[in-house]
Structure formats: structure tokens, C-alpha cells
């Protein structure tokens, strides 16, 4: 190993060591700090003082305890006192949510838990480790994207407040990225670096970056003005002579081709893009819900609850609701790649002003989170991100800073009426039929659900009235997610929730909506998906789970193993679309995650009733349909076309002529002849979708199905194959990752000269 490697394995130890002794110290101090028995202040402070010591000493500061810490405390103080019966027989007998929180508030864990802020404060001595390994790798070109990952974290780290360091390691950035042939993005860099506090003797730096990625779009007149630019800054500076050589004679060579050359328009912003393709409601919107096409109405049955039907015929490819969030989030797993505001990938982010551990793809959105719900969380992140403490932890919590304190008391006795009395239209309506989780038929009429004034999917009542079924769940589940409540209760607190308001009372009614929202969410949050297609187009493809959210209106459809809709994202848009035909009265049904053709009749039913609390009674549960690998592969089964039969028929390779249940002949050959014709642009379709051309391929696709559905009795495999070829050109349209292709420069002149690309930048950048 040579001193080079040495160096940077020393520092990549010193930097990986620091990133996770935050979750090591956490579960240390957490645990030292959940007493069995009350403690008294005394003794509980010096053991404080010497954790905000060592909390200083740290670059993170580490808030105890940690949610799971609690948890396991509470759980153990209940196994060693051998009180469990007790609490479950006491707890069990409460009634609301608010009798619920108020238990837990009274246990002597969480009477002596002191939470503090915990978040991933900047550092620039971390800043500063980065930006040295960084270096070690910026020479070599085969390292260009672990200088450009390690100069990410060198700007998340960085203090806000220290411009010019922040300019220069923006300016770094930009040159990683430029090695890497990512223009636009060395773009965005360079010119972030130019517009904080960039020392003069470097801005030749950033101009000569804007020049190459300039004239490589072809935007000769930018290039120019760049390279004039990088020259003048270049004279002005004080790096020796040497290098100014150097620089001046690669620039040159760009310089003069552009000069020589004409402009060529500009490509338009992703952004753009992105608007543009939310699409709008078939049949247009419905008068009071308006996320939702005027094709549907909706209805509470006694046996499934509020339920979404088709008010008309619906063809397949209708767009029937497109709905905006009330709330969202990102998954911890996405924060190094998404962007925390808009959830579009970033790859030159932006941090977070105040802490380390959240990104941004642009300025605008970075102020637009702070000015949302990041800075009522920023301080806790790591407490409402802990492993232990469930995806729905966030969410939940964003319920409430979206509403605000001052938001609730508006609705504050509405809300203390309903919460209090547990009653709410549609759960009230048929929990007194329901037995646990027996739905009855899937017809059953209902009566019309209908709200006063607009469904707004901005209106907090909205979420409020989700189904929580409480009365379902087991005394675990809904003691933990009572004690999680109290814990984000006081996370509220410590970000300043409740201003003057800052009581125990408040608190309590906070947790005993934040416990509401805990179980609305598990059965009505919706994922915020990208479709990431790899290298091989739609041979690699694979859905990705970027975030979570809460859409009430799409929140009203029902599952259904056999579902006749599909959901995709567009940003933080949810699209519910027919992938099927839907007759006038029939119910639109959604899926929760569980297709007939892929999971067992029994594992869906398990897993729908241990998270969605029904029993599902759909055709494929009823008649346990096979799985995808044992439908009937060759053959469809059709109804016979003469009115008065109806009778199944086989078509395959091998037909009659006839119906064998009628012996209609003349009906029976021309269907068979339409038949032929539409498998034929049915295949078709697939050679399209194959060489990725989804948008020519969907509309033979949809012209197919509709003729399926009015012919062919399921479950068969072409029937399921459409159904998911279907669904993925729908996948298209939504929120997409296609991987970035290595583009051949159309004047490889404008690239710099190679012997040239890393060393001068390097050298100079640090002169
Ligand atoms: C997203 S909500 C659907 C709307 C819900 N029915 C309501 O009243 O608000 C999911 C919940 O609806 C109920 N549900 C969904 N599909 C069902 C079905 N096929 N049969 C019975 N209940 C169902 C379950 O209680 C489930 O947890």
C-alpha cells in the first residue's frame, strides 16, 4: 500500500467511524437513560450534564432516548414486574385514543423520558476530511465518481454560513461531475459557485466549467462569453505562470472552434417535463371530489365501508382520479438520492441550511421544505427516522406540522367530538354490522357517502375521517403505536409545536391524534414510486419505492385480487387508472400489493387481514384461481358470441368451426376471424413495448383488452399478460430513473485535452 493509500484509507476509517458512532452512542446512552423505576431529578441530572458534554464533543448531537429504546424499556419494565395481564386487561377496556395516550403518559418510563433535538449537525472539520480524500482521488479519472460522492457529503457537511468554502467546494463538485461527462450538472455547480462567495483568484475555475458545458450543447454564444470570462479571471489571478499556460492553451482550443460556430436552441428544463406530464381526469372532474373523474361516485357499504363505483362505463385506459397528497415523505432509503422537497432524483443536491442528512435538487426547493414541514422537524429527524419506530412514525408526524397547532384548534371541538366518541361516517356505519373482518358479499348496496361542500385532499378533516380500524386491532399493535404516538407527541414539543400553548393537556390531545393517524396510515398510505428502467430498457426494469403518502380521495377505493385499476406517481401525484373495462354500477377496486396470479390464495388472505383488517371476498379468493404459472397457457376460454349462448368456448391453435354448446357456426367463424386479427396487433404491441416504445404500444394494448373484456372468462395467462404489459406502458408515463447513457461527444474538440482533464484543476483549485 503506498503512502497515497494509506492516507486515504486512514481518512475514509476516521470518516466511516464518525458516521456511525451517532446510532452506537444512541442505543448506549438511551439505554443508561431509561430508568426501571422513576428517577429522581437529582439523580438523573449529572447523568444529563455528562451527556450534553459528550453530545458537545460530538459533531452529531445525540438525543435520547431513541424511540425503540423506550419501547424496550417499557417492555422489559412490563416482563420483569410480571404486570402484563394487568396493563393488557386495563388497556384493552379504553375506548378512545385520548384514554389510550393518557395511559401511557402516566408510565414512569415515559414520565422521566427527556428528549433532546437529534439531528446531523454540519461539521467542517468532517467537511474538511472529505474534501482532502477527495483530492487524493480528483487526479485519477477512474475515481471521478467517488470524488464526485465524497464531495457530495464535503458539501452536506459544510456550515452553511461559510460561503466561500461552500463556493469552492460547489466549484469542486462541478469539475467531478464535468470528468464524468454530467454537464448539466457541472453546470448547476459552477454556477452555484459563482453566486456565493467564490474567491476572485478562483472564479476562472467555474467559467471555464460553463464554457465546455456550453459549447457541448452547442450554446456557442454561452461558451464564448465563458471562456472570455475564464481567460480575464485566469489573467487577474495569482496562480503562477505555469499554470496559466496550461489553462489559457486548453481553453484556447475550445474557444476558437465555438467562435467559429453557430448557436443551437437550448433543451428545456426537467422540471417542465415533469409538469406537463400530470395528467388530467377522464369524463372531467367530479363536482364535490374533485381528485376524482365525474365517472365515479362513491358509497358506504355495510361490509367494506366507503367503496369507489363507476357512475358510467369505464374503458380500460381511462384516467379516473389523479390526486394530490395531503402529506408525503421520504424513505430513509432514498435520502442520498432524492430530492427531499419534489422526491425527483438529485444529482447535484443541495443540503439543508441547518443539518446533514437531507437533500434538495434545487435552491427552490430547499426553501420551499424549510418553509413547509423541514423546519419543524429538522431537529428531530433522527428521532422520527429511527429504525425502530416504523415508516408511518413521519408521516403521521407531518400530519400534524402540515395542519399546524393553530390549524387544529380551528377544528378543535369538531375534532375532540369525533375523536373522543370514536365516531366516524363510514366506520360507524358498518362496524356495527361487521363481524372482525367478515366482508359479507361484494355486492351489497350501500348508501351515498357524501361531504359537505368539496372533498378537498388538502382538507385535515379528510385524514381525520380515514379508516383506522381500531376496533381490529390486537393489544400489541395498538400499545405500541399508543406509546410511539406520546413519543412524537413530544418531538412536537421540542420543535416548538404548540407556542404558548405548550401544556400537558395539549400534548396529550396532540398524541391522541397523532395515535389516529398511526392507524389511518397503516391501512391508507400510499407509496410514491419511480420506475427505474436499467441498461436494458424494459428487459431491466423494477419499481422503485421512493416515499410515502396520504391520498384520501384514491384512499376511498377498495382492493381487490383481481383489481380493474393500477396506481403510478407523477412527482408527488398519485394517478389511478382502468386497466380494464368497468360496467355502469360495478365497483372500482384498487390492489393493496396482492395480485391473484402471484401470491397464494392463503397468503394474501393473511396478509390483508393482518394489515388492512378485511377478509378478502374477491372472484380469485371465492374460487381460489390458480396461479400465473397454472392458468391455461395456450387456450383462451371465451363466451360464444350468439346472443342466446353465452356458453364458454375454447379457442386455440387447434378451433372448430363451431360453437360445441349452440353449434352456431356463422357467429362463431367471425368472431374467430376478429380474434385472429387482434392477437396478431396484440403481438404487435409487445414487439413495440420490447423495443421500447411504449406510447405506440398502449393504445393497441387498451383497444385489445376492451375486446377481451367483452369476450373472454379469466383467469387465463394472455388475459394477465395484457393486464401487466398493459401496466407497465402506464409505468412510463409516471415518475421514471432511466440510467444515464454515456453520450460520444458530437465535437469531441470541445472536450478538454486528456492529459490536461484532472491534474490542472487540482493543482490550481488549491493554489
Ligand atoms: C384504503 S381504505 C379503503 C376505503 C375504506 N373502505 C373506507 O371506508 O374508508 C382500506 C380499508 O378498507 C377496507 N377494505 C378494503 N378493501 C376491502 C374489501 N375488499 N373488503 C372489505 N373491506 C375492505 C379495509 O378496512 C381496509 O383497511
Known amino acids: 500500500m503506498d503512502e497515497y493509500e494509506q492516507f486515504l484509507k486512514k481518512i475514509q476509517e476516521g470518516l466511516l467511524q464518525k458516521e456511525s458512532e451517532p446510532d452506537e452512542v444512541q442505543q448506549t446512552t438511551s439505554r443508561e437513560n431509561l430508568p426501571r423505576q422513576k428517577q429522581s431529578q437529582q439523580q438523573q441530572q449529572p447523568q444529563r450534564e455528562q451527556q450534553q458534554h459528550q453530545a458537545s464533543q460530538k459533531s452529531e448531537v445525540l438525543g435520547s432516548p431513541s424511540f425503540q429504546a423506550v419501547y424496550d424499556g417499557i417492555c422489559q419494565g412490563i416482563r420483569s414486574s410480571g404486570t402484563l395481564d394487568d396493563i393488557m386487561k386495563d388497556f384493552q377496556a379504553l375506548k378512545t385514543d385520548l384514554e389510550r395516550v393518557k395511559y401511557i403518559a402516566e408510565m414512569a418510563e415515559i414520565k422521566a423520558m427527556t428528549l433532546e433535538e437529534n439531528y446531523a449537525k454540519k461539521s467542517e472539520e468532517d467537511a474538511s476530511n472529505y474534501e482532502k480524500v477527495y483530492e487524493m482521488l480528483v487526479p485519477n479519472e477512474a475515481s471521478a465518481s467517488k470524488a464526485l460522492e465524497v464531495m457530495k457529503k464535503c458539501v452536506q457537511k459544510t456550515p452553511v454560513a461559510d460561503t466561500t468554502n461552500l463556493a469552492l467546494r460547489y466549484m469542486k463538485r462541478a469539475w467531478a461531475s464535468l470528468l464524468l461527462e454530467h454537464f448539466d450538472d457541472a453546470k448547476v455547480d459552477a454556477k452555484r459557485s459563482l453566486s456565493l462567495n467564490c474567491p476572485e483568484d478562483l ?305 396529550i390531545f396532540a398524541a391522541s391524534l397523532l395515535l389516529r393517524h398511526l392507524q389511518g396510515g397503516s391501512c391508507n398510505a400510499y407509496e410514491i414510486s419511480e420506475f427505474d428502467v436499467g441498461s436494458e430498457g424494459i428487459a431491466s426494469t423494477k419499481m422503485i419505492e421512493v416515499g410515502g403518502a396520504l391520498y384520501t380521495t384514491i384512499s376511498l377505493t377498495n382492493h381487490s385480487c383481481v383489481s380493474n385499476t393500477t396506481r403510478y406517481s407523477v412527482g408527488d401525484k398519485c394517478v389511478l387508472r382502468a386497466t380494464r373495462s368497468i360496467s355502469r354500477g360495478s365497483e372500482v377496486f384498487d390492489n393493496y400489493g396482492f395480485h391473484f396470479y402471484s401470491v397464494t390464495v392463503n397468503e394474501r388472505q393473511e396478509a390483508l387481514f393482518n394489515q388492512y383488517k378485511f377478509k378478502c371476498m374477491c372472484e380469485a379468493c371465492k374460487w381460489a384461481w390458480p396461479l400465473y404459472p397454472h392458468h391455461p397457457a395456450e387456450t383462451l376460454i371465451f363466451r360464444c358470441p350468439a346472443p342466446s349462448c353465452g356458453g364458454p368456448c375454447c379457442y386455440s391453435s387447434s378451433s372448430r368451426s363451431k360453437c360445441n354448446m349452440c353449434g352456431n357456426q356463422q357467429q362463431y367463424t367471425k368472431f374467430v376471424q376478429e380474434l385472429e386479427l387482434q392477437l396478431s396487433s396484440y403481438r404487435d404491441a409487445l414487439d413495440k413495448l420490447r423495443n421500447d416504445d411504449p406510447s405506440s404500444a398502449l393504445p393497441i394494448l387498451l383497444a385489445h383488452q376492451a375486446f377481451l373484456d367483452r369476450h373472454v372468462v379469466e383467469p387465463v395467462k394472455h388475459y394477465t399478460d395484457i393486464q401487466e404489459a398493459t401496466k407497465q406502458c402506464y409505468n412510463y408515463l409516471g415518475n421514471i430513473h432511466q440510467l444515464r447513457q454515456t453520450i460520444t461527444l458530437a465535437q469531441p474538440q470541445y472536450r478538454p485535452p486528456p492529459k490536461l482533464k484532472a491534474a490542472p484543476r487540482k493543482v490550481v483549485m488549491h493554489q
Open 203 to 507: 472564479l476562472w475555475n467555474s467559467f471555464e466549467i460553463l464554457g465546455y458545458c456550453s459549447a457541448r450543447i452547442q450554446d456557442n454564444k454561452a461558451a464564448e462569453h465563458y471562456f472570455q470570462n475564464a481567460l480575464e479571471n485566469l489573467r487577474k489571478s495569482t496562480v503562477v505562470n505555469e499554470i496559466k499556460a496550461t489553462v489559457a492553451g486548453r481553453i484556447m482550443i475550445v474557444f476558437k472552434t465555438v467562435k467559429a460556430k453557430k448557436n443551437k436552441k437550448v433543451s428545456k428544463e426537467e422540471e417542465e417535463r415533469v409538469k406537463k406530464r400530470i395528467p388530467q381526469v377522464s369524463h372531467g372532474p367530479h363536482e364535490a371530489f374533485p381528485s376524482a373523474s365525474s365517472a365515479l361516485d362513491f358509497l358506504i357499504t355495510e361490509d367494506r365501508g366507503r367503496c369507489t363505483i363507476a357512475k358510467k362505463d369505464i374503458k380500460p385506459g381511462d384516467i379516473l382520479m389523479v390526486d394530490t397528497p395531503y402529506c408525503t415523505m421520504l424513505n430513509p432509503e432514498s435520502l442520498s438520492t432524492h430530492c427531499y422537497h419534489c422526491y425527483t432524483r438529485c444529482p447535484t443536491p443541495v443540503p439543508c441550511t441547518s443539518c446533514a442528512k437531507v437533500w434538495y435538487c434545487s435552491e427552490e426547493c430547499q426553501v420551499a421544505s424549510w418553509g413547509g414541514l423541514h423546519a419543524s422537524e429538522c431537529t428531530v429527524l433522527n428521532h422520527l427516522m429511527d429504525p425502530g419506530i416504523g415508516k408511518m412514525a413521519l408521516l403521521a408526524y407531518r400530519v400534524m406540522t402540515t395542519i399546524k397547532w393553530r390549524g387544529l384548534q380551528k377544528w378543535r371541538r369538531q375534532i375532540e367530538n369525533l375523536v373522543e366518541a370514536d365516531v366516524v361516517e363510514g366506520e360507524e356505519f358498518y362496524m356495527e354490522e361487521q363481524s372482525l373482518g367478515e366482508a359479507k358479499h361484494e355486492t351489497s348496496p350501500g348508501k351515498p357517502f357524501t361531504w359537505e361542500g368539496k372533498y378537498n385532499p388538502r382538507d385535515y378533516r379528510t385524514v381525520l375521517r380515514l379508516i383506522t380500524n381500531s376496533t381490529k386491532r390486537t393489544f400489541g399493535d395498538m400499545f405500541k403505536r399508543a406509546i410511539t404516538a406520546v413519543y412524537l407527541a413530544h418531538c412536537l414539543r421540542l420543535t416548538g409545536y404548540f407556542g404558548p400553548d405548550d401544556n400537558e393537556d395539549n400534548i
